[in-house]
């Protein structure tokens, strides 16, 4: 095989979106980039428009895969600053608009669980059966361009119509007739969306901001991030000063950029981890995730205030208390400023640390189960939930993949982490009926087992990997196994149990885990 | 030959990382220097392929690689055809993008063909390749993509004759449109070109007219899903055969009821000396076969392969005995007498079972990396 082929186009490319060297960036020098770099294939049709790049819109990660793709298979010789430069230029002229990624941002944040579901059948046969469905939501064409993208796909990928689900049908008349006609109209190259985006001002960045968090199978956390202006167009330096729950901190540097004018992509250390934020921005806020650049799975949920704006709550953390017991809360928020309510039956019998972004209470929850309300003076926002007890349990998420990795090879170990989410029985008293509500996210204990016979046949359980107690799986090294029956991998298929004890009781519940091989090829948008 | 697990285990280590990461092997093959030796007429041998780009003579007597030809071009797929003189076999490579014949006497390539026929066109063989009855011609079926500046354009796949005399860097001499998706093509001893598609159609290779031998996608088999046929291994009987493997569900009534459907296993035949067919199940589908095979000593024997060498009673539509591997297989194939199962593709070596009782006999290592999706060819010279 022609190794160039094979270059990986991923993990190692996002860098791109975030990396601190990138340079002054002017419209100006992306023109002439593209003026010097393109137009030996791309017709120049303006001072500024080209054949095929002037015809599409997308998200950063999906201009970077296409300059990515051009250096890989049709000979780019660019640098990363100039493409950094490009690709901002391609991102803030021919982006999306905020409304235009609602419902995919997931692809963006690298939620490798994810399960999608798209109405139409014949779109995830056709476009979701290979990749994502959000790599092609996430893009605007006219009809022109998607029957381009067509093409592209079977003179690129020749064995596309022989596949399952394509072998079964006359595979490339459905897409000229059926589905390039489809996206045309889902998704054309102009938008209302767009040109009102267009129109308005790009997102203040710069000040501090209150963050709240959770992350899978840690817990929660809160923290402060400082953005300061930096040399170069929509740059930033970032400061971020936390901790989790359990008191491990939260605290590093970096940089950021905005694309877009909301598109938030920042790389910073934390500790000897670099992680990646991708968020987006509106109207003061923060919202995506932010994850390890050695492996997504590794992530957290993010959701952030600017302090100089409206007052917010962001979260209360932990978000429940049992009836009937005292317990310590944090409200994190933003701009807040009178006194801290946890509504009906849940007194506040002390405040025991109060800032702008941060209080921190001692409650006494009375006997009354419910969803409530926290509010800070007139600002409300989380919700806190008083329960009396554990009535069902979910594993989220219910269904996971981690994949083996390292052991001498090119690509690093993917984890799988677990959460234990309580739920409470609601007035009815009984479990798995509409009235039931969230508790939250809880401690439990973990454990594994083989998901069927089979699975126990292969021992999976003993060469897959292994659960620690706070319910993170790491899968085992990569490579066929000579100890396995017909050498075979450290795949393995695994029933993931997480119990958690209230009281004298406990409950569990079970999630499904594939432990499976490396992903080879890791595009921006998967 | 015959390596112990032992040591062939850390071997397909190696192999199997070469295939993930598509590293080519350094080590040339040691029999390599064997180039001159010729093969003996009324003697079985094998044909096989492999990284980095050789073909492999494997005498089925002594059960020994004797020769080993290099190849041009980056490997793969390496699907081989033996040609009816089985002097000379065809291999499609370089990115399916080439087609060479390869004197296995001489190791000499003695024909070369691109697939792309023009500068602005990139084409592709999807393991389409088969030679008429006197060696004269070869056909390939190949689907073009033309490349312009910024833009690719999905052209429609052609059928390409080329005379096999023609040499090096030949030039197709007739070409017929015919349908996409079509892959593993064998022709009839009269000539006709029977090619897996959408359906199993039959071609005049003359008039380039096309009609369906067997019907497929289009079958019209009451309470039956369509079936799904995956085929890309070439395979050429001892019994003259083209056997191509389909799984469907059976319905129980026409409410086609997924919970209450059979999942069964059948084959497409055509029998290349009288041009007969026939559509028929053989077996419960309870896991995956690549290719199958019938028996030239029984033609009621069935043998399938994949994660394990499995044996079907086709009349009585019953497993008759299956047998663990000690990796995937993709391809089978027999000797003339029906007595021997050599397993191929994969990875770099091809083991031997017996035909009657599915015991592992032995275990030819090839030098080199892996067979990968090639299909090993069997010939008496």
């Known amino acids: 095989m022609n190794n160039k ?3 990986p186009l991923g993990l190692g490319l996002l860098t791109a979106l ?16 593209i003026n010097d770099k393109c137009v030996a294939c791309h017709a120049k049709e303006s001072d500024t428009s080209w054949s095929r790049i002037s015809h599409m ?7 970077l895969g296409t300059i990515g793709r051009m250096q890989v298979m049709h000979g780019l010789e660019i640098s990363s600053e100039e493409r950094a430069t490009v690709m901002k230029y391609l991102a803030d002229t021919q982006g999306l608009a905020p409304s235009e990624t609602e419902g995919y941002r997931y692809a963006l944040e690298q939620r490798m669980n994810t399960h999608e579901e798209f109405e139409s059948g014949l779109f995830t046969e056709m476009c979701a059966r290979c990749h994502s469905g959000a790599r092609v939501k996430l893009q605007h064409r006219p009809e022109s361009e998607w029957m381009h993208l067509a093409n592209f796909h ?19 008349p459905i897409v000229k007739e059926q589905m390039v006609p489809m996206l045309g109209k889902q998704q054309p190259l102009e938008s209302t969306a767009w040109s009102e985006w267009l129109k308005a001002g790009d997102e203040a960045v710069v000040g501090s901001w209150s963050v709240a968090g959770h992350m899978p199978a840690k817990g929660d956390l809160h923290a402060v991030m400082t953005v300061t202006e930096k040399e170069g167009d929509d740059m930033y330096a970032v400061a971020l000063e936390g901790a989790f729950a359990d008191g491990t901190p939260l605290t590093g540097e970096g940089s950021a950029i905005v694309y877009t004018g909301y598109e938030w992509r920042a790389s910073i250390k934390v500790g000897d981890e670099t992680m990646r934020q991708v968020f987006a921005v509106q109207d003061g806020t923060m919202t995506g995730r932010m994850y390890s650049a050695d492996d997504d799975s590794r992530g957290m949920d993010i959701t952030a205030a600017v302090e100089s704006g409206k007052a917010r709550v962001l979260a209360v953390q932990p978000a429940y208390i049992k009836a009937g017991t005292e317990t310590e809360l944090t409200i994190v928020g933003a701009n807040l400023s009178g006194e801290p309510s946890l509504g009906k039956g849940v007194a506040v019998v002390k405040v025991l640390k109060s800032s702008d ?3 921190k209470v001692l409650a006494k929850a009375g006997k009354a189960e419910g969803v409530n309300t926290v509010a800070v003076g007139t600002t409300s926002g989380a919700e806190l939930a008083v329960y009396s007890s554990v009535a069902a ?34 007035k009815d008293g009984k479990a798995g009926t509409d009235d039931d509500f969230r508790i939250g996210f809880m401690p439990a204990s973990w454990t594994a087992k083989a998901f069927d016979e089979q699975a126990a046949a292969d021992e999976d359980l003993k060469y897959a990997g292994t659960l620690s107690d706070n319910g993170v799986f790491s899968p085992a090294g990569a490579g066929p196994n000579p100890d396995r029956k017909m050498s ?24 499904e885990l594939i432990v499976t091989v490396q992903r080879w090829n890791t595009p921006p948008i998967p | 030959m015959k390596m112990t697990n032992k040591a062939l285990l850390p071997l397909l280590a190696v192999s199997a990382v070469a295939g993930l990461t598509g590293c080519k092997e350094d080590a040339k093959p040691e029999a390599a220097e064997a180039t001159k030796v010729t093969l003996e007429q009324g003697h079985e041998y094998m044909v096989v392929s492999n990284r980095p780009s050789q073909m492999h003579v494997i005498d089925l007597e002594s059960e020994a690689l004797i020769k080993s030809c290099d190849v041009p071009g980056d490997f793969g797929p ?9 002097v000379t076999a065809y291999m499609l490579t370089d990115h399916y993008e080439k087609i060479y014949a390869v004197n296995l006497d001489s190791c000499d390539v003695v024909f070369s063909a691109d697939m792309s026929q023009a500068p602005d066109e990139r084409a592709k063989t999807l393991y389409s390749m088969a030679l008429s009855p006197d060696g004269k011609e070869l056909y390939t079926i190949q689907t073009p993509t033309k490349l312009y500046a910024d833009h690719y354009e999905a052209m429609e796949p052609r059928l390409a004759v080329y005379d096999t005399a023609s040499g090096k860097d030949a030039k197709p001499v007739r070409t017929f449109e015919v349908p996409r998706q079509i892959s593993v093509m064998q022709v009839a001893d009269d000539g006709t070109l029977y090619m897996a598609g959408a359906d199993i159609y039959k071609m005049d290779v003359t008039s380039g007219k096309v009609d369906v031998a067997i019907p497929s996608r289009n079958w019209e088999r009451p309470l039956y899903a369509p079936p799904d046929v995956l085929n890309v291994w070439p395979i050429q009987t001892p019994q003259n055969e083209f056997t191509i493997l389909y799984s469907t569900a059976k319905f129980t009534d026409e409410t086609y009821d997924m919970n209450t459907a059979t999942w069964l296993w059948g084959y497409f035949n055509v029998d290349l000396e009288t041009g007969e067919t026939e559509t028929r199940d053989f077996a419960e589908f309870t896991e995956i076969y690549f290719t199958g095979m019938r028996s030239p000593a029984d033609p009621n024997i069935m043998f399938g392969v994949l994660n394990h060498l499995a044996k079907y009673d086709i009349k009585e539509q019953k497993l008759v005995k299956s047998a663990d591997l000690e990796h995937s297989y993709y391809t089978v194939a027999m000797n003339h007498a029906g007595s021997k199962v050599y397993l191929g593709g994969t990875f770099n070596d091809v083991a031997v079972y017996d035909a009657e009782t599915l015991e592992k006999t032995n275990d030819i290592p090839l030098p080199g990396g892996d067979i990968s999706p090639s299909t090993a060819q069997v010939f008496i010279r």
């Open chain 1, 154 to 172: 079977i003179g690129q990928y020749p064995t596309i119509e022989y596949h399952a689900l394509a072998r079964d049908r006359d595979w490339w």
């Open chain 1, 57 to 63: 819109r997308k998200t950063p990660e999906g201009w």
């Open chain 2, 78 to 86: 390496g699907t081989l055809q033996i040609a009816p003189d089985h």
């Open chain 1, 5 to 7: 082929l094979l270059k």
């Open chain 1, 18 to 33: 975030s990396v601190a060297s990138q340079s002054a960036v002017a419209e100006g020098d992306a023109v002439s980039i």
């Open chain 1, 393 to 426: 349990v979910k594993v989220v998420p219910e269904f996971a993949v981690a994949r083996v990795g390292g052991n001498g090879g090119s690509t690093a170990p993917v984890e799988a982490r677990f959460d234990a989410e309580a739920w409470a029985a609601g």
């Open chain 1, 357 to 359: 972004n941060l209080i």
């Open chain 1, 488 to 511: 075979t991998n450290n795949a393995g298929h695994l029933t993931v149990v997480g119990t958690v004890t209230d009281g004298d009781s406990s409950v569990e519940a079970e999630a």
